[in-house]
């Protein structure tokens, strides 16, 4: 049984942890697995129009995954029990993956991730340290209604992207899959449903986000 004890965040992991916040926020992390953006795009397969829509979809995503990255780790630097320690660090790692496939796919479309990163992932390395303090259940119960959250926010994304941007297409999917897996891996491991008015407060939340990341 998982214990809800946590721990002060050491000095030299607090500083590990700030060494990967500037390789997150600056571009410079690396993907553990391929980019699964395999289909070709044909030469202005995509109106200006489009491509704009799609770099501002994607440009969310990779808010998201700048957001996700964050709050896991930050749930992971006080867990003091092993096990959903390793499940949020191990959830981190795969959300790497997905911001630097949104970042990679920014690049191709000819547009930049928000400017507004930074305050992102620090507001959600803090949440992540608060909701450690509610112990392990409703921890992981965090985790769950965020991938539950991410999963309907990427399936909307999947029916609003251009029909011929395939390319991006691949990504969203690839991202929806792996944040399924992550929902149902907390929900195995004892995360319990969260209160009405935490899980509006986390929709509203969501909202400024992803409203301001499409534009900023």
């Known amino acids: 049984m998982f214990l809800s004890c946590v721990a002060p965040i050491p000095l030299d992991a607090l500083l590990a942890e700030a060494d990967r916040a500037l ?18 795009e044909a030469p202005q397969a995509l109106s200006a129009q489009e491509k704009r829509h799609a770099a501002g979809l994607m440009r969310v995503n990779h808010v998201g995954e700048v957001c996700a990255q964050a709050l896991y780790r930050g749930q992971a630097s006080v867990c003091r029990d092993p096990a959903p320690r390793a499940l949020l660090l191990n959830a981190a790692s795969e959300e790497v993956d997905h911001l630097v496939w949104c970042n990679q796919r920014l690049t191709e479309l000819g547009s930049r991730a928000s400017l507004l990163n930074p305050v992102w992932y620090a507001g959600s390395f803090a949440l992540g340290v608060l909701a450690s303090y509610a112990g392990v259940p409703r921890n992981l ?8 959250q991410v999963e309907a926010h990427l399936e909307s994304h999947l029916r609003t992207l251009p029909v011929q ?19 149902a891996s907390a929900e195995a491991a004892g995360g319990v449903p969260l209160s009405l008015p935490v899980r509006t407060a986390m929709k509203a939340m969501s ?8 534009w900023i």
Not at 208 to 213: E, S
């Open 165 to 183: 941007d395939e390319r991006s297409r691949q990504i969203v999917q690839k991202m929806k899959e792996d944040e399924a897996q992550h929902r």
């Open 23 to 40: 390789r997150v926020l600056s571009g410079s992390a690396t993907a553990g697995r391929p980019y699964p953006a395999t289909a070709e």
């Open 207 to 214: 909202k400024v986000m992803t409203t301001t990341a499409y």
């Open 141 to 148: 119960g965090f985790m769950a209604e965020t991938e539950k």
